[in-house]
């Protein structure tokens, strides 16, 4: 499996937006780039997808580098209920390797 | 909500024994996978099913074994269970197998305590 490496931990104060990178530099070009969060006891939780071009949604945005080796996710206004753990994962297109690997994901903490 | 529906959420059992987790995915989702999470080794991959078959496997124990039913439900069964097994299992579901497919829908886990 294609894998990630993203910090152990950062901390953002509220209200501020957030940047969470993550690197992948043997990512092929049928990978997909996940990122879901946890939030404590809590299963995981989907928060974005993409394969080459930046992509929005309500939740965060999610910023691809050109060469596809590394990614960005934005949350775009923290708050508290944003601390959790978010995870970085590559996942293959149909025909590849389809499952979703988890790392240790980033541990997220939100200061008030 | 995620739709994703698992039992029993607790399950408290003894070492020896033969325990069977069940999940029932999102309403037309035909894949199903099953992870495990206890707290010195993360989220572990354990099985995938898509529509019946199995698609792809991960660190799956012999003594634990799969099937996902024609209704597409999912039930994970664990055997002779050490301590070691204790830990949070979950079940995800999505509409495709492959990354294109988009989101996996998690549940809340099960809970299972070896004693």
């Known amino acids: 499996d294609a894998k990630t490496t993203q910090p152990n931990s950062m901390e953002s104060n509220e209200e501020e937006p957030v940047h969470l990178p993550c690197n992948h530099s043997?990512?092929?070009?049928?990978?997909?780039i996940h990122w879901y969060r946890q939030l404590p006891s809590q299963g995981p939780e989907y928060v974005i997808h993409?394969?080459?071009s930046n992509v929005n949604n309500r939740m965060a945005s999610l910023a691809i580098a050109e060469d596809r080796k590394s990614s960005t996710l934005i949350l775009h206004r923290a708050t508290l209920r944003d601390a959790a753990v978010y995870y970085c994962?590559?996942?293959?297109?149909?025909?590849?390797?389809?499952?979703?690997?988890f790392g240790t994901g980033t541990r997220l903490t939100i200061i008030p | 909500d995620s739709g994703v529906t698992q039992t029993p959420k607790h399950l408290i059992t003894a070492t020896g024994q033969r325990v069977t987790l069940r999940c029932s995915p999102r309403?037309?989702?035909?894949?199903v996978y099953w992870y495990q999470q206890s707290l010195d080794q993360g989220l572990q991959f354990l099985i995938q099913?898509?529509?019946?078959?199995?698609?792809a496997k991960g660190n799956i124990l012999e003594r634990f074994s799969a099937q996902q039913f024609p209704d597409l439900h999912s039930e994970l069964n664990l055997s002779s269970l050490e301590l070691g097994d204790s830990a949070l299992y979950f079940c995800?579901?999505?509409?495709?197998?492959?990354?294109?497919?988009?989101?996996?829908?998690f549940g809340e886990g099960s809970r299972l305590t070896v004693l």
């Open positions: 995800a579901s999505s509409v495709a197998p492959g990354g294109e497919g988009g989101e996996l829908f």
């Open positions: 043997t990512i092929s070009g049928t990978d997909y």
């Open positions: 993409g394969l080459t």
């Open positions: 994962i590559l996942r293959a297109g149909l025909g590849g390797n389809e499952k979703l690997t």
């Open positions: 309403s037309g989702d035909l894949s």
């Open positions: 099913y898509y529509n019946g078959e199995e698609r």
